[in-house]
């Protein structure tokens, strides 16, 4: 991908599917009981929304193109932040919502890293190199969750 516009209209998806997933998550360990990862979901969820935000600011005086589902540009043809999410609901366990999450983020880091190393484009290498850097930091955190999480 060489479109910088095209690229922000992906990150701007991604990071609302996020944010939605990321509340998904909050409210089913809210439903669980779990406080701390309640509050840790609701934080990435915020997190997500300032993500979202930031790629729509990126764009500044440029027009997102409007895309259509079936026009979005996403490995394995489905979205990073939703390709494993079918399993959110009020009875999965705490591991079971981290190690999810944990997928979302790898995968949304992923894609960021593979927009940075395949465009020809300075502008749209920073920005995803940027957006990768930002995916890598919630990799580590949630990795250290995972592995003080129990089996």
Not at 103 to 132: C, P, S, V
Request: include cysteine.
């Amino acid at each position: 991908m060489n479109d910088v516009e095209r690229f922000l209209a992906h990150a701007v998806q991604l990071e609302r599917e996020a944010a939605r997933r990321y509340e998904e998550l909050a409210a089913a360990m809210q439903t669980l009981g779990n406080r701390t990862l309640h509050e840790f979901f609701s934080r990435m969820a915020h997190y997500s929304r300032l993500h979202l935000a930031q790629a729509r600011a990126r764009a500044g005086f440029r027009e997102l193109p409007a895309l259509a589902a079936d026009e979005y540009e996403w490995p394995d043809g489905i979205s990073p932040e939703i390709a494993d999410w079918a399993g959110v609901d009020a009875l999965m366990d705490a591991r079971a919502a981290l190690l999810l999450a944990l997928d979302g983020e790898r995968r949304g880091h992923a894609y960021y890293a593979t927009m940075a190393a395949t465009t020809g484009d300075a502008e749209l290498r920073a920005i995803a190199n940027e957006f990768a850097s930002e995916e890598a930091e919630h990799v580590a955190e949630l990795e250290k969750l995972v592995a003080a999480c129990p089996a």
